[in-house]
């Protein structure tokens, strides 16, 4: 990803990187179509060590929400650490209500502010302005949790192969 003149790749705590990196995600939420946004803060204590396993227990967790509810399929969630230890960003609750994301995640204490697309950047920006993103050397790929919807799985359709018999001539008989 592109960052400012003296950082390639962008640098988190640049206000000019973090910038156009919050507005090129923004575009990128926004050019999904998304519907029923959510401004999302879970309000964890984590540090860089915790974060990766938070990432695998929230998929998980959205995983089987997705197995157990149709509603689940089309939910997207954009976040990223913060120094002060909580996960802020924005989700896509698409069919969910927010009581209902609110409820699948009882395990962490969060909050939930509905957005519409035009605060979609701001929200953004709340997130990844240097002084509140965490630390984590270059680039955002350790602090960052994505989660894509979940496509439904399609099944290639079996191939019919028509097998031509050859008929072999009758053998002339000389006699």
Not at 48 to 72: H, K
Not at 128 to 140: E, F, H, L, N
Request: charged share 25%; hydrophobic share 45%; glycine share 8%.
């Amino acid at each position: 990803m592109r960052g400012c003149r003296r950082h390639r790749p962008s640098d988190p705590h640049c206000p000019i990187c973090a910038g156009r990196y919050a507005r090129r995600v923004a575009r990128s939420i926004v050019a999904s179509k998304p519907r029923n946004l959510a401004a999302v803060e879970f309000k964890t204590d984590l540090d860089i060590g915790e974060f990766d396993p938070f990432r695998v227990a929230v998929r998980n967790l959205i995983d089987f929400q997705r197995r157990e509810c149709r509603w689940w399929r089309d939910f997207r969630l954009w976040g990223w650490l913060s120094s002060d230890g909580h996960v802020r960003g924005v989700a896509a609750l698409d069919a969910l209500q927010p009581d209902e994301f609110v409820d699948a995640f009882l395990r962490w204490p969060m909050s939930v502010r509905r957005i519409g697309v035009e605060e979609v950047e701001a929200a953004v920006v709340a997130a990844v302005r240097p002084g509140v993103i965490a630390s984590a050397g270059r680039g955002y790929q350790q602090v960052k949790l994505v989660i894509g919807p979940k496509g439904v799985a399609r099944v290639a359709a079996p191939v019919i192969s028509v097998q031509r018999r050859v008929i072999e001539p009758m053998p002339v008989l000389v006699g």
